[in-house]
């Protein structure tokens, strides 16, 4: 078995050169190359292809920080004066080793002080120096990446979010083709090197013979891929296996479903299968923008692509890359784009999204190439199915006819799934979990019904302990004896600065600073389907009832939805009963979704039902009510700017930046 890591969501300025050179050579025809040289052979110096953390990335760890790049190819040993880490004068730019992996392509900055690195600071990392091992050629320029570290240090644990199969509870999960690969989408971008053949397994009892496969991690989606080497045996239940070892960046072990999320453990799911699907095609169902049709250039922009495949499948994150997805300008293949970063939709596995690391130039036509055939874009089928032929169109730039929405900038409120004002936060039952960190600016008693790790009670009871899969930032005096780094100085700091960042991202979605907002015909917004944009609720308040609420984000995986209401929002109903949910498609992702409540929120009084998207709520979230137990799932925030948040058997899951 073996572990192969691929990389797809950085600058990939080698590609450009790799098109350049390409046709270069296939338009000389006396078959000497004037740039290249007589053999036409000339080397390419090696380029940066990947980089942790990602360019311009924010709530960087401060303690365990992976600082890496990877080459083109295999270079020689960097050294210390190869790869620095800076700061600017106001701070003392951190000292470290140098290694590289065994195939010369992976080099890893160590921090070697004892001090972590500076909290709310931008750091550039810079390679000075990069060697072929094969033709000595040097990079041709410094390359420099630049992050911001967080406030404190990353404790919350990384989880599973979605799996192929698909985990059931209780399982096995039935219907499994028998020759599909097995796949799982984290929470957060993991250390690629904790996922290996031992740390991901496929199992089953024995008559059945053990597969082997091939284990891949995929960063720019997170994923992890177990290929197997040979179809799966039909009728058989199998056990995957993910393990506790697994870590984050920061080195946060797995929380997985084999234990409480305040301590790791593994994440295991089983499913069975049934007769290998047959080959059939796979096809390109949309594109955005539209062939020949036009996009403003905004900082969002992407270029998104949703696939039609077979039902219960994904596509295969390690074939969404620069090799598939090509981008070029005015049709000249020496015009590449370059890619930020080349992503799969982490919901249906059937998006693919570009995000371009420079803004697109204006009034000028660019042409994409999704690669069909053997080496393009496949499901998880295995072999996967693939498309008979690339699928070729082009779209054209032009000037944004009004501003361009971007995501609230949540500052240091980003890490809190809930935020309780002065007023604290309280939790009944014993199904609430947090993953995210919790805060309040009043003490630490106001805070009741939680355990962040198993020495730090708050005011837990028998019938009310929820989960809390990171910190807890209050004033003093520490909760208990037993957790003196809670409830000081500093944790009321953090808490402090992060109220203020919520109300600053508040006054932010106001309609006083984003004006325009359309009226989407009623207060009402149950069963409705809505694109993305700025919502303003006519009478000043906004429910969801009577049916679900649908934000279809038309493919464009950047897509954002800001909702604003002078007095309240209420999930659920009418009355106590009757659960809604906000459904998301064709690529809305709830890290977009914000609602900017004038007063309070009520969420679910009756229980049960999905809520997206970070709401921010001058007078405070109510999520269920006392004695429900069917659990309310929150992916996206609770944020109160004055009065509490109270929550009944919640999952609150905050999203990935």
């Known amino acids: 078995m073996r572990t192969t890591l691929l990389n797809v969501s950085s600058p990939k300025k080698w590609l450009m050169l790799a098109i350049a050179s390409s046709f270069l050579v296939a338009c000389n025809?006396?078959?000497?190359?004037?740039?290249?040289?007589?053999?036409?052979?000339?080397?390419?110096?090696?380029?940066?292809?990947?980089?942790?953390?990602?360019?311009?990335?924010?709530?960087?760890?401060i303690t365990n920080p992976a600082i890496t790049a990877e080459f083109s190819e295999a270079v020689s040993a960097l050294t210390a004066s190869d790869f620095t880490v800076s700061c600017d004068d106001a701070c003392t730019s951190p000292t470290g080793t140098v290694t590289m992996n065994d195939a010369g392509t992976v080099a890893t900055f160590n921090v070697t002080d004892q001090a972590p690195l500076e909290a709310l600071?931008?750091?550039?990392?810079?390679?000075?120096?990069?060697?072929?091992?094969?033709?000595?050629?040097?990079?041709?320029?410094?390359?420099?990446?630049?992050?911001?570290?967080?406030?404190?240090?990353?404790?919350?644990?990384?989880?599973?979010?979605?799996?192929?199969?698909?985990?059931?509870?209780?399982?096995?999960?039935?219907?499994?083709?028998?020759?599909?690969?097995?796949?799982?989408?984290?929470?957060?971008?993991?250390?690629?090197?904790?996922?290996?053949?031992?740390?991901?397994?496929?199992?089953?009892?024995?008559?059945?013979?053990?597969?082997?496969?091939?284990?891949?991690?995929?960063?720019?989606?997170?994923?992890?891929?177990?290929?197997?080497?040979?179809?799966?045996?039909?009728?058989?239940?199998?056990?995957?296996?993910?393990?506790?070892?697994?870590?984050?960046?920061?080195?946060?072990?797995?929380?997985?479903?084999?234990?409480?999320?305040?301590?790791?453990s593994d994440y295991t799911w089983m499913f069975t299968t049934v007769a290998a699907l047959p080959t059939q095609p796979i096809s390109v169902q949309s594109t955005a923008p539209m062939d020949a049709g036009f996009i403003a250039v905004c900082s969002t922009n992407s270029i998104n692509v949703s696939f039609e495949i077979p039902s219960g499948v994904?596509?295969?994150?390690?074939?969404?890359?620069?090799?598939?997805?090509?981008?070029?300008?005015?049709?000249?293949?020496?015009?590449?784009?370059?890619?930020e970063s080349i992503r799969l939709d982490a919901d249906t596995g059937s998006i693919m999204t570009f995000i371009p690391q420079d803004l697109l130039d204006e009034n000028?036509?660019?042409?994409?190439?999704?690669?069909?055939?053997?080496?393009?874009?496949?499901?998880?089928i295995v072999p996967g199915n693939e498309m008979q032929q690339d699928y070729v169109w082009t779209f054209t730039t032009e000037a944004p006819s009004e501003s361009c929405m971007q995501p609230a900038d949540l500052g240091t409120a980003a890490p809190f799934g809930m935020l309780g004002g002065s007023a604290g936060m309280t939790n009944q039952g014993l199904l609430t979990i947090i993953n995210g960190d919790l805060g309040t600016t009043g003490v630490s008693t106001l805070v009741t019904g939680f355990v962040s790790e198993p020495a730090c009670m708050y005011t837990v009871t028998p019938l009310n302990e929820g989960q809390v899969n990171g910190k807890i930032f209050t004033a003093p005096p520490a909760p208990t004896v037993a957790c003196p780094q809670?409830?000081?100085?500093?944790?009321?700091?953090?808490?402090?600065?992060?109220?203020?960042?919520?109300?600053?991202?508040?006054?932010?979605l106001s309609p006083a600073n984003m004006p325009g907002g359309q009226n989407p015909g009623d207060a009402n917004l149950g069963s409705l389907t809505l694109t993305p944009g700025v919502y303003s609720a006519p009478g000043g308040a906004f429910r969801i009832q009577g049916g679900d609420l649908t934000l279809d984000a038309q493919g464009d995986q950047n897509a954002v939805w800001v909702f604003q209401m002078a007095t309240t929002l209420t999930v659920g109903g009418p009355g106590a009963?009757?659960?809604?949910?906000?459904?998301?498609?064709?690529?809305?992702?709830?890290?977009?979704?914000?609602?900017?409540?004038?007063?309070?929120a009520t969420i679910n009084a009756a229980g049960g039902g999905n809520m997206k998207g970070t709401i921010i709520a001058q007078d405070g979230v109510s999520i269920s009510t006392a004695g429900n137990v069917n659990i309310v799932t929150l992916d996206g925030r609770a944020l109160s700017l004055t009065a509490s948040v109270t929550v009944v058997n919640t999952v609150i899951n905050v999203p990935a930046e």
């Open 364 to 380: 000028t036509t660019y042409r994409v190439t999704i690669k069909g055939g053997p080496d393009g874009v496949k499901d998880l």
């Open 577 to 600: 009963d009757f659960p809604q949910s906000v459904i998301l498609t064709n690529g809305a992702q709830a890290k977009n979704i914000f609602w900017q409540v004038g007063s309070a």
């Open 486 to 508: 809670d409830g000081t100085a500093a944790t009321e700091a953090i808490a402090i600065q992060a109220r203020l960042d919520a109300e600053a991202a508040f006054i932010a």
């Open 121 to 264: 600071t931008r750091y550039t990392a810079t390679i000075h120096n990069a060697t072929s091992r094969a033709s000595g050629v040097r990079i041709d320029d410094p390359y420099y990446w630049e992050f911001t570290t967080g406030r404190v240090a990353d404790t919350t644990r990384p989880r599973v979010s979605v799996t192929n199969p698909q985990t059931t509870n209780p399982g096995p999960t039935s219907g499994v083709p028998a020759n599909t690969a097995i796949s799982a989408v984290f929470s957060e971008a993991m250390l690629a090197e904790t996922i290996t053949d031992a740390s991901f397994t496929l199992s089953c009892e024995i008559p059945c013979t053990m597969p082997a496969g091939e284990v891949s991690y995929v960063e720019g989606s997170n994923s992890a891929v177990f290929t197997p080497e040979q179809n799966l045996q039909q009728g058989i239940t199998y056990t995957a296996t993910i393990t506790s070892d697994v870590t984050d960046l920061a080195g946060n072990r797995l929380a997985g479903n084999q234990g409480p999320v305040t301590s790791p």
């Open 29 to 61: 025809d006396s078959g000497r190359d004037p740039i290249l040289g007589n053999d036409g052979n000339a080397a390419l110096s090696p380029t940066v292809t990947e980089v942790t953390p990602e360019n311009n990335s924010t709530n960087v760890d």
């Open 314 to 339: 994904r596509l295969s994150p390690t074939t969404v890359n620069e090799m598939t997805f090509i981008v070029v300008e005015n049709n000249e293949p020496a015009n590449a784009v370059v890619a």
